[in-house]
């Protein structure tokens, strides 16, 4: 079993950086892949970016390419969202989750069986 608590959400300014964090406890983290997701009330939740167990291969959704670097310390059990020139588009609670393999094999929530419990990301134009 897997549990996951993210950190780091915030109210920030269009075009500010933000950072958030996911620590995750149990056996099997370092071998399986970690994600992010994103959603706002109404709306179906949405893959973010994701790494692999390894952390040397990663995916992102078109959205948010070339500003947000998805990473994670496997010694310190953490996965991290670095976010920058964030928009208002992006305001949306932002979920951590861990995936089934050791490669990134989907980006579909329901293939994904531990979420925390998410941190608000609101960014104010």
């Known amino acids: 079993e897997v549990q996951l608590v993210e950190s780091g959400g915030d109210l920030v300014q269009l075009g500010g950086s933000l950072g958030l964090s996911c620590a995750a406890s149990g056996s099997i983290y370092s071998r399986i892949y970690m994600a992010w997701f994103r959603q706002v009330p109404g709306k179906e939740r949405e893959g973010v970016a994701a790494?692999?167990?390894?952390?040397?291969?990663?995916y992102y959704a078109d959205f948010v390419k070339g500003r947000f670097t998805i990473s994670r310390d496997n010694a310190k059990n953490t996965v991290y969202l670095q976010m920058n020139s964030l928009k208002p588009e992006d305001t949306a609670m932002y979920f951590c989750?861990?995936?089934?393999?050791?490669?990134?094999?989907?980006?579909?929530?329901?293939?994904?069986?531990?979420w925390g419990q998410g941190t608000q990301v609101t960014v104010s134009s």
């Open positions: 989750a861990a995936g089934r393999s050791y490669a990134i094999t989907s980006m579909t929530p329901l293939d994904f069986n531990y």
């Open positions: 790494v692999s167990g390894g952390g040397t291969d990663t």
